[in-house]
């Protein structure tokens, strides 16, 4: 019997820039930009912390260190998931 362990995927990410408007994100052959103010769960963290991305099923980014859950459909269509987060 095999374990039921969650799987991760091949998949790479990767940060390949950060600038103090956002994150630059490749993710297998495609980059995206994560905007600060549309991600803003990024502004206030170190470098490390961006840097530590667990990719799951092709599909799913976890940055364990932030708490922070974003999908590749998030990613592609950021409209399309409002925020419900308010700076103070």
């Known amino acids: 019997m095999k ?3 969650s799987r991760r995927s091949t998949s790479a990410a990767e940060v390949s820039n950060i600038t ?3 994150i630059w994100l490749l993710l297998e052959d495609r ?3 994560l905007p600060f103010r549309h991600f803003p769960w990024f502004r206030d963290a170190t470098i490390a912390q961006i840097q530590n991305i ?3 099923d092709g599909a799913h980014l976890h940055w364990p260190d932030l ?3 974003l ?3 998030m990613l592609e269509t950021s409209e399309s998931y409002p ?3 308010k700076e103070g």
């Open 3 to 5: 374990s039921s362990k």
């Open 20 to 22: 103090i408007h956002g």
């Open 31 to 33: 980059e995206y930009f």
């Open 54 to 56: 667990q990719v799951m």
């Open 67 to 69: 708490d922070v859950d």
């Open 71 to 73: 999908s590749r459909d």
């Open 83 to 85: 925020l419900v987060w």
